[in-house]
């Protein structure tokens, strides 16, 4: 068994892998975080990305040295130093020795470890070389560090996409419960508006029905000999999610507009609150028309009060009168 690897964080450093590790669903059977395999995820396929950001670093800073006798070995030694004290002067402006993880390598990860071991350290210790790597990766945007965890996956959808396949997906909870995957005409990988998370959206072409699945919910994607089919009423909703959200299936009772009428306060609310908010098509005063699902709707007004009020469909109205009835009965 390969022995762990400490390596010491800020806090903010810390916080942020914890809540990607939960926000991207890696957990054991028992319910607790799977720490260890989000690290070596992670190690996995960010490695050689920042392996390149390092070597782009590491060329600007040799650009602006003055020749050093032509010896391109002392040149490239002075500019790793100067690289490794500039990552440590922000390593320790950060309060770094705050908290530690501890993970262990498994087997997908060894190669890579062991690469990085005997040809990336370049003078940092291995301790450093991983704290680099992690504050590397919570330096960007939640949407992009999941599509580096979930790398394969993306690489997967992408290749049956530009080829024209459909593809054979299986999702965790199905793997878990044993039931099989479904045959799917994969659509497009699209970004939730907040930019926080990926979703597959696609054709259940048995049922004609559209298909929105977060990627870090997908446990395998086979590509499939068969060449991707949408239906034409199914590839409108598919677009349509695109332009709301990603993460709201239509169903097909859902084929007419929402009208909401605001409140001054009603307005204001809709100018501020941002995440899931669905985007008129229309706006006629205090009347705001939607082309959006009814439960991106209802999830987003709810909280809205008297400060929206619900004109059509009337299907939806019922289901914002039952919303509201539930929680009076709740608190009485």
């Known amino acids: 068994m390969e022995e762990k690897i400490r390596v010491n964080l800020s806090k903010r450093t810390y916080n942020l892998l914890m809540k990607d590790a939960e926000n991207f669903e890696f957990f054991?059977?028992?319910?607790?975080?799977?720490?260890?395999?989000?690290?070596?995820?992670?190690?996995?396929?960010?490695?050689?990305?920042?392996?390149?950001?390092?070597r782009e670093m590491l060329d600007i800073i040799e650009d602006n040295l003055f020749e050093l006798n032509d010896k391109y070995s002392l040149l490239e030694e002075t500019g790793y130093n100067i690289l490794n004290k500039l990552n440590l002067y922000v390593s320790d402006s950060d309060e770094y020795n705050d908290v530690h993880i501890s993970f262990r390598p498994i087997r997908e990860s060894l190669n890579i470890i062991d690469f990085i071991e005997h040809h990336e350290l370049k003078g940092s210790s291995r301790s450093n070389y991983y704290r680099m790597m992690f504050d590397s990766y919570c330096s960007l945007p939640q949407d992009k560090r999941e599509r580096i965890i979930f790398r394969n996956l993306i690489e997967k959808i992408e290749e049956a996409i530009l080829d024209n396949r459909k593809i054979y997906l299986l999702t965790k909870n199905n793997y878990k419960r044993g039931f099989p995957g479904v045959t799917l005409s994969p659509f497009?990988?699209?970004?939730?508006?907040?930019?926080?998370?990926?979703?597959?959206?696609?054709?259940?072409?048995?049922?004609?029905?559209?298909?929105?699945?977060?990627?870090?919910?997908?446990?395998?994607?086979?590509?499939?000999?068969?060449?991707?089919?949408?239906?034409?009423?199914?590839?409108?909703?598919?677009?349509?999610?695109?332009?709301?959200?990603?993460?709201?299936?239509?169903?097909?009772?859902?084929?007419?507009?929402?009208?909401?009428?605001?409140?001054?306060?009603?307005?204001?609310?809709?100018?501020?609150?941002?995440?899931?908010?669905?985007?008129?098509?229309?706006?006629?005063?205090?009347?705001?028309?939607?082309?959006?699902?009814?439960?991106?709707?209802?999830?987003?007004?709810?909280?809205?009060?008297?400060?929206?009020?619900?004109?059509?469909?009337?299907?939806?109205?019922?289901?914002?009168?039952?919303?509201?009835?539930?929680?009076?009965?709740?608190?009485?």
Not at 254 to 273: D, H, M, P, R, V
């Open 28 to 54: 054991k059977k028992d319910g607790s975080l799977n720490k260890n395999a989000f690290i070596n995820r992670l190690i996995i396929n960010y490695q050689n990305d920042y392996s390149l950001k390092q």
């Open 188 to 332: 497009s990988l699209s970004l939730t508006k907040e930019e926080l998370f990926n979703y597959l959206l696609a054709e259940l072409n048995q049922y004609k029905a559209c298909r929105s699945t977060r990627l870090c919910r997908i446990q395998s994607i086979s590509i499939l000999k068969e060449n991707r089919e949408f239906s034409e009423d199914v590839l409108e909703k598919l677009n349509k999610m695109e332009f709301n959200g990603p993460q709201y299936a239509y169903t097909d009772e859902e084929n007419e507009l929402i009208k909401i009428q605001l409140s001054e306060e009603g307005i204001k609310k809709f100018k501020q609150y941002y995440v899931h908010r669905p985007v008129p098509i229309e706006i006629n005063n205090d009347i705001y028309v939607f082309n959006c699902t009814y439960t991106q709707a209802l999830n987003y007004f709810a909280r809205f009060g008297e400060d929206a009020i619900i004109l059509s469909p009337d299907s939806l109205k019922k289901q914002f009168k039952d919303f509201y009835q539930r929680a009076l009965e709740k608190m009485l």
